[in-house]
């Protein structure tokens, strides 16, 4: 697994939460893959069971592919719960630019979920 895994206690669990967040999210807005709905064994109805949570092995392979830049601002922002301020500062870059990065990779992980699903 990514070397992410490897750092602090808990960092799978962490990640995978974050990547829960996103598909919770899109549930909220409705923006979520489509699927086709269950039906219930009496053939009364449909039934749509809950989206699945990627795994941990999941967003540890979609995190190792975004770019060191962008893997560094979601890992000091999201996994070590640092403020925008306090990344900037460890990572000696500007404030903006990391809301950027940050922003970019979740959306880039949030394209890769969907293209999973």
Known sequence: MNSLFREPRGLGG????VAGEVVDGWRRKGSAPRRAPLTRPDGSGAVR???????V???????????EE???????TYVRGRT???AAHVLGI???????????AMEILRAALRERN
């Not at 069971?49 to 795994?55: F, K």
């Not at 500007?94 to 970019?104: F, G, I, L, T, W």
């Open 70 to 76: 962008h893997r560094a601002a979601i890992c000091e």
């Open 14 to 17: 962490r990640l995978l939460t």
């Open 49 to 55: 069971g809950p989206e699945p949570r990627p795994s």
């Open 94 to 104: 500007p404030e903006a630019a990391v809301k950027s990065r940050v922003y970019d």
């Open 84 to 86: 925008v301020r306090e």
């Open 57 to 67: 092995a999941l967003v540890d392979e979609l995190i190792g592919r975004l770019g």
